[in-house]
């Protein structure tokens, strides 16, 4: 089992920053990958940026250029570094981690961009 405790999301104004921090509960040395999804009200929950373990690095087209993901396997936390948010970010995000037999997601963080 693995636990996952994100935090930092919050409210903020157009073209500000937020980074998010998903904390587990063991080593994330060895994961599949781990990533950050997230689902406004009305849509389907949408991956955002994934990491595997061998560090390769994905994004959903529309964060390409302004956020970052990375982890800090000392710290078995993976984040999420939001630069430039637009109203469109507005969603509550959800930190996931594969560990080769099972998904786990965290409880999800608000992150809310105004205009």
């Known amino acids: 089992q693995v636990q996952l405790v994100e935090s930092g999301g919050g409210l903020v104004q157009a073209g500000g920053s937020l980074r998010l921090s998903c904390a587990a509960s063991?080593?994330?040395?060895?994961?599949?990958?781990m990533g950050w999804y997230r689902q406004a009200p009305g849509n389907e929950r949408e991956k955002v940026a994934t990491i595997t373990s061998g560090g390769s690095i994905n994004y959903v087209d529309s964060v390409k250029g302004r956020f970052t993901i990375s982890r800090d396997n000392a710290k078995n936390t993976v984040y999420l570094q939001m630069n430039n948010l637009k109203p469109e970010d507005t969603a509550v995000y959800y930190c996931?981690?594969?560990?080769?037999?099972?998904?786990?997601w965290g409880q999800g963080t608000q992150v809310t961009v105004s205009s």
């Open positions: 996931a981690i594969d560990d080769w037999y099972k998904l786990y």
């Open positions: 063991r080593s994330i040395f060895s994961f599949n990958f």
